[in-house]
């Protein structure tokens, strides 16, 4: 757990990974052809609510039902708009309440540890 939140954030958005430069090339020549492009709009939209439809039939059983729909908002936030931004928003609150608890637990820790050795005599 020596790993950051936002370092591997920064670490997966390199633009220099060859992943992600498959993706571009790829991405371009779904670009170069507009037929393709409605096509792959579609069926991206399709997949990224499927996912998030089944991530909502999840989130009452135990299990990881809302991070499948938070995968599902990615996929479409590739494609949409209107889903990124939903999905970047998400990221801000996550490393904020990240942030927040990591802060929490570090500040009741010495507390913590400053009353173990004492006795309660009433």
């Not at 060859?18 to 709009?41: G, K, N, S």
């Not at 039902?65 to 908002?73: A, D």
């Given at each position: 757990?020596?790993?950051?939140?936002?370092?591997?954030?920064?670490?997966?958005?390199?633009?220099?990974?060859?992943?992600?430069?498959?993706?571009?090339?790829?991405?371009?020549?779904?670009?170069?052809?507009?037929?393709?492009?409605?096509?792959?709009?579609v069926l991206v939209g399709l997949f990224g609510a499927g996912i998030v439809g089944i991530g909502l039939i999840?989130?009452?059983?135990?299990?990881?039902?809302?991070?499948?729909?938070?995968?599902?908002?990615?996929?479409?936030?590739?494609?949409?708009?209107?889903?990124?931004?939903?999905?970047?928003?998400?990221?801000?609150?996550?490393?904020?309440?990240?942030?927040?608890?990591?802060?929490?637990?570090?500040?009741?820790?010495?507390?913590?540890?400053?009353?173990?050795?004492?006795?309660?005599?009433?």
């Open positions: 757990m020596g790993v950051s939140i936002p370092e591997e954030i920064d670490s997966g958005s390199n633009p220099g990974h060859p992943v992600r430069r498959l993706l571009r090339r790829c991405r371009a020549w779904v670009e170069l052809h507009p037929r393709v492009r409605w096509v792959y709009r999840l989130v009452p059983l135990p299990g990881p039902g809302w991070l499948i729909v938070f995968l599902g908002l990615a996929v479409l936030g590739t494609e949409f708009p209107a889903a990124h931004r939903v999905g970047a928003f998400l990221k801000r609150i996550l490393t904020r309440l990240w942030a927040w608890w990591r802060n929490r637990g570090a500040a009741a820790r010495p507390a913590g540890r400053a009353t173990r050795g004492t006795t309660s005599t009433d």
